[in-house]
């Protein structure tokens, strides 16, 4: 029987933790949607309500239940419900932190149904994302990519409003993905997305670190809350392997600590993938690498030293997913910049034009670095603003 008149929740009955179905089963209806955007509520629908960054979902239950919502899941800390609403609801203490997980349940766990990759970093995020999506995508695993500049599949991308979606979104979308056929993710995992719990309740198997700088301190206050929302990934559970830049102070530690999961550092000095002779030139990279997997010769059409170190980290993820190693260096010698990383136009008889996000001290100074040495002594312009 539907719940109209659920008040407020005990903190007894909540002293163990309350299973996602035994939360659907007291609102007593069929769930088969979840909203927590107010503007989104309709009917089929239950709306999610609690408090956020800016606002408190709580303050829209009244107009989601206008929009004829099926019911409403509340947070119950410091909330009495309004019997008067007459709606199914279930008040839930942590609503915010638990909502990933009712997502995933009432998307049908799409997680566990895929290969997923989650990657974190300050830089490089989105290259390796893109790039991990794109090869498995070349060698027949069909591979969606959710980050920065877009979501879906390599070459069909929807614009993204976060690197990291929300909770319910991200759940949806992963549902969909698989829904068309995609048997592979790879997310980036933003620091806000694991500090504010977007991904709780998916599953990953792969996380992987590009490198740590400054950059959302503003956000987290220091470095240490910084690196804190980072490892988080890295000690998910069931997580099978963790992929660690390993010329990193941040990666040497997460290599050092990580348990159970299994670790393929990679870098420049030493790691199960390393890369001991590099090449620049304007037709991009060339590396000799070694790795645990055997060695080989490696060219890929992209710029940067910088560049170099994201392609080991996606070489690295696309090993320990289970890729031959010749396979993964054919797929490698066939992916494209994402929108905004290092792209290149005109080149040759005409002037090198590279457009790049870079927009941290750190990434925008590697970029130039980079660029310094394809130019060799030819001039260099920087357009930034």
């Given at each position: 029987m539907a719940n109209?008149?659920?008040?407020?929740?005990?903190?007894?009955?909540?002293?163990?933790?309350?299973?996602?179905p035994h939360i659907l089963e007291r609102l007593g209806i069929p769930v088969a949607g979840l909203v927590s955007d107010s503007r989104k509520a309709m009917p089929g629908v239950i709306f999610a309500a609690y408090p956020g960054e800016a606002r408190d979902g709580r303050d829209f239950i009244a107009q989601a239940v206008a929009q004829r919502v099926d019911g409403v899941l509340w947070e119950a800390d410091h909330y009495q419900w309004d019997p008067a609403l007459g709606i199914p609801n279930a008040g839930v203490v942590g609503l915010k932190t638990r909502i990933g997980e009712i997502a995933a349940h009432v998307y049908g766990e799409p997680s566990r149904a895929l290969h997923m990759v989650g990657i974190t970093?300050?830089?490089?995020?989105?290259?390796?994302?893109h790039w991990i999506a794109q090869a498995l995508s070349q060698l027949g695993r069909k591979t969606a990519v959710v980050g920065t500049v877009g979501n879906g599949f390599p070459g069909a991308l929807t614009p993204a409003l976060n690197t990291t979606p929300d909770a319910i979104e991200l759940q949806q979308r992963l549902?969909?993905?698989?829904?068309?056929?995609?048997?592979?993710?790879?997310?980036?995992?933003?620091?806000h997305g694991l500090a504010q719990g977007r991904v709780n309740g998916t599953s990953f198997n792969v996380a992987v670190l590009t490198n740590l700088s400054r950059d959302h301190l503003d956000y987290h206050g220091d470095m240490e809350n910084y690196a804190h929302a980072k490892a988080r990934l890295f000690s998910w559970p069931g997580l099978e392997w963790v992929v660690v830049n390993v010329d990193d102070a941040f990666g040497q530690q997460l290599e050092s600590e990580t348990r159970p999961a299994r670790v393929a550092g990679y870098g420049f000095r030493r790691g199960a993938v390393v890369a001991d002779t590099l090449r620049l030139s304007q037709a991009g990279l060339h590396l000799n690498v070694h790795t645990d997997w055997g060695n080989a010769e490696l060219d890929v059409p992209l710029l940067g030293r910088f560049n170099a170190a994201n392609v080991l980290a996606?070489?690295?993820?696309?090993?320990?997913?289970?890729?031959?190693?010749?396979?993964?260096?054919?797929?490698l010698a066939h992916i494209t910049p994402p929108?905004?990383?290092?792209?290149?136009?005109?080149?040759?008889?005409?002037?090198?034009?590279?457009?790049?996000y870079a927009h941290t001290p750190d990434a925008l100074e590697k970029v130039l670095a980079t660029l310094r040495e394809i130019v060799s002594g030819g001039r260099l312009?920087?357009?930034?603003g």
């Open positions: 109209l008149h659920s008040a407020s929740v005990s903190a007894a009955s909540h002293a163990i933790r309350e299973s996602v970093g300050t830089n490089g995020k989105t290259s390796v994302a549902a969909h993905y698989r829904q068309q056929g995609a048997v592979a993710c790879a997310m980036e995992v933003s620091s996606v070489l690295a993820s696309l090993l320990v997913s289970g890729v031959k190693l010749n396979d993964a260096c054919q797929a929108p905004g990383r290092m792209q290149t136009f005109g080149g040759n008889a005409h002037p090198l034009v590279v457009v790049d312009i920087c357009v930034f």
